[in-house]
């Protein structure tokens, strides 16, 4: 159920190594555009395990025997980070409906942290396919709490998470507690730092995407 693209040579290879490059990611724009291509790339592949039914379509010299997408797709991402992951998505799902969660670190003194989640909205999951996005999966707390919110709209028929860059902490703790969720990873880093950030990782998918936030 984990899905490791650096174990193969791909663009995606490729998009990844843009988007951990100091002098590339320091352009805003083309950050975002490494998300966002980066994203459209893993929805290809998520979109061969989908379902799909036989359909004879008319085009203007005869008939042909075609094959289209059988099961409505919710795209879900957490703000701020996963926006460009979610046009991305959007843009191989197009008639996907969309979720929002708007979740954060809130840090304490003594450097410990617990996920803030402030902002939900959802369509009925309910038998569909979810697929939730987010630049970086480095403890699993965030994803972790976003399906909390998701599934209180509905039991998804199955589930997946994209992600950029994971952990392998934050990969096992989410596959321990969601073993039936496809995780879509471009790279998993083996350090995660006492303060819960990927190394050599690439940096605030967020501020780098968007500038500089003030820290919660």
């Known amino acids: 159920m984990i899905h490791n693209f650096s174990k193969s040579n791909s663009i995606i290879s490729h998009y990844l190594a843009e988007l951990r490059d100091c002098e590339i990611q320091s ?15 893993m929805g290809y592949e998520i979109s061969k395990g989908l379902t799909y039914t036989d359909k004879l379509v008319t085009t203007p010299l005869g008939e042909s025997d075609s094959k289209v ?29 969309s979720a929002f969660i708007a979740a954060y670190r809130q840090h304490h003194k003594d450097g410990t942290f617990e996920i803030n989640k402030e902002y939900v909205t959802c369509p009925d999951l309910s038998g569909k396919a979810l ?3 987010d630049p970086m999966l480095a403890t699993g707390s965030s994803f972790v709490k976003s399906l909390e919110s998701l599934e209180e709209h ?33 790279a998993i880093d083996e350090e995660l730092t006492a303060k819960s950030y990927i190394v ?17």
């Open 154 to 186: 509905g039991q998804p028929g199955e589930i997946h998470i994209v992600s950029v860059i994971a952990s392998e902490y934050g990969v096992n703790h989410l596959n321990r507690l969601y073993p039936h969720v496809h995780i879509w990873v471009a």
């Open 131 to 133: 697929i939730l996005s």
């Open 69 to 97: 997408l059988d099961c409505k797709i919710v795209l879900a991402t957490i703000l701020r980070a996963g926006l460009p992951m979610h046009d991305g998505l959007l843009e191989v799902f197009d008639c996907a409906e």
């Open 27 to 41: 352009n805003p724009q083309r950050f975002r555009f490494n998300l966002k291509r980066l994203a459209s790339a």
């Open 200 to 216: 050599p990782g690439l940096g605030d998918a967020g501020d780098l995407a968007f500038g500089e936030k003030l820290q919660a």
